[in-house]
């Protein structure tokens, strides 16, 4: 094992746990954080490096307990991966306050209350930050008013910790999904909603909790120690398609 550790929030299933296991692949010990105690248990049973911690990123003291019990345990903190969120659709007219602030309190508060209670032990490793928003906090589309609007937030606050930190030998950067194959995403979506993804994906599928992970450790890795205050899609080329029409695509 290597002395690194890593920090990853929402790490009970998806990208958090893909992410997880590609950095223990790597000799990287992690603290996985969930607020789902049962999911945490069954995601880190038989992994070895690991430390469960079942708390909840939109509480202050959560975030503070988070960073406390990763240092009690490992010594370090080199990596924080605010991966941890939750995706509330509807019209805007149906979006009540209670249903801005569930979103807004995990995605975007989430992310700031971790990373600010990081700092201390980041600084001290001149660690890094990555941040998952979304394809939806780049481009606006319908049913989203406050998941896009908090994963804008993300990336805008990404920017933030870049210029703040970086004098301080942090790096911070963010990841941003497209579809991805998860099983919560293939529960939902219609066999029309795939189709419709596909035909505005220029690769013409759904991406892998996998492919979203190596982007992420890739990030938070040596090998970008000249990258900072950037966002990556991780979108099979969505992001660049634009309107997209399908009438204007060559058959």
């Given at each position: 094992m290597s002395e690194r550790v890593a920090i990853v929030t929402g790490a009970a299933r998806g990208i958090g746990l893909a992410t997880t296991r590609l950095f223990l692949e790597e000799g990287v010990r992690v603290?996985?954080?969930?607020?789902?105690?049962?999911?945490?248990?069954?995601?880190?049973?038989?992994?070895?490096?690991?430390?469960?911690?079942?708390?909840?990123?939109?509480?202050?003291?959560?975030?503070?307990?988070?960073?406390?019990?990763?240092?009690?345990?490992f010594g370090r903190i080199d990596h924080l991966v605010n991966n941890a969120g939750v995706a509330d659709f509807g019209p805007i007219e149906e979006t009540d306050f209670a249903r801005w602030r569930r979103v807004m309190e995990t995605n975007l508060d989430g992310v700031f209350l971790c990373s600010q209670a990081a700092f201390p032990a980041l600084r001290k490793t001149r660690g890094t930050i990555v941040n998952i928003a979304s394809?939806?906090?780049?481009?606006?589309?319908?049913?989203?008013?406050?998941?896009?609007?908090?994963?804008?937030?993300?990336?805008?606050?990404?920017?933030?910790?870049?210029?703040?930190?970086?004098?301080?030998?942090?790096?911070?950067?963010?990841?941003?999904?497209?579809?991805?194959?998860?099983?919560?995403?293939?529960?939902?979506?219609?066999?029309?909603?795939?189709?419709?993804?596909?035909?505005?994906?220029?690769?013409?599928?759904?991406?892998?909790?996998?492919?979203?992970?190596?982007?992420?450790?890739?990030?938070?890795?040596?090998?970008?120690?000249?990258?900072?205050?950037?966002?990556?899609?991780?979108d099979g080329g969505f992001e660049a398609t634009g309107i997209g029409l399908p009438a204007l695509r060559p058959d």
């Open positions: 603290a996985m954080v969930d607020r789902d105690a049962p999911a945490l248990r069954e995601a880190a049973a038989g992994l070895d490096g690991v430390l469960a911690l079942e708390r909840d990123v939109s509480r202050p003291e959560d975030a503070v307990a988070i960073i406390a019990e990763t240092v009690a345990a394809i939806s906090g780049l481009r606006a589309s319908t049913l989203r008013v406050a998941y896009g609007t908090s994963k804008a937030g993300v990336i805008h606050l990404t920017q933030q910790q870049a210029v703040e930190l970086g004098e301080y030998g942090i790096r911070a950067n963010c990841v941003a999904p497209g579809p991805v194959r998860t099983k919560l995403a293939m529960a939902v979506h219609s066999p029309e909603i795939i189709a419709a993804y596909h035909d505005a994906l220029p690769l013409n599928r759904y991406g892998s909790e996998e492919e979203i992970a190596r982007a992420i450790v890739f990030l938070s890795s040596d090998k970008a120690s000249f990258v900072t205050g950037q966002t990556l899609s991780v």
